[in-house]
Nanobody, 116 residues
Framework: QVEPVESGGGLAQAGGSLKLSCTTS????????IQWYHQPPEKQRDLVAS???????MYADSVRGRFTISRDNAKNMVNLQMNYLTPEDTGVYYC??????????WGQGTQVTVPS
């Protein structure tokens, strides 16, 4: 059973950092492709970073050079290190997991707030 659970959100000052984590139970974590999405207030949810089961990594232009996605298969965990935060990074961050059979699972989201 794949059930993403995010953690690590909170309040950060502009220029500061936060680290988000996403975990799930199950023994097939290493086969799962994982993405982080960002949903600003009253806006659509957009992909910010992804890491595949083969460690292929992609970033949105808006976060490249500031955010780093990584995974630890031994801990069933994916992390999103967010540096040089700006008020535009405010919003809810969702972890999305996709299994090899194309099933998709979303976490409940974690709030990140960077005051202007």
């Amino acid at each position: 059973q794949v059930e993403p659970v995010e953690s690590g959100g909170g309040l950060a000052q502009a220029g500061g950092s936060l680290k988000l984590s996403c975990t799930t139970s199950g023994s097939n974590f290493r086969d799962i492709d994982i993405q982080w999405y960002h949903q600003p207030p009253e806006k659509q949810r957009d992909l910010v970073a992804s890491i595949s089961s083969t460690y292929y990594i992609m970033y949105a232009d808006s976060v490249r050079g500031r955010f780093t996605i990584s995974r630890d298969n031994a801990k069933n965990m994916v992390n999103l290190q967010m540096n040089y935060l700006t008020p535009e990074d405010t919003g809810v961050y969702y972890c999305r997991m996709q299994t090899p059979d194309q099933r998709v699972y979303w976490g409940q989201g974690t709030q990140v707030t960077v005051p202007s």
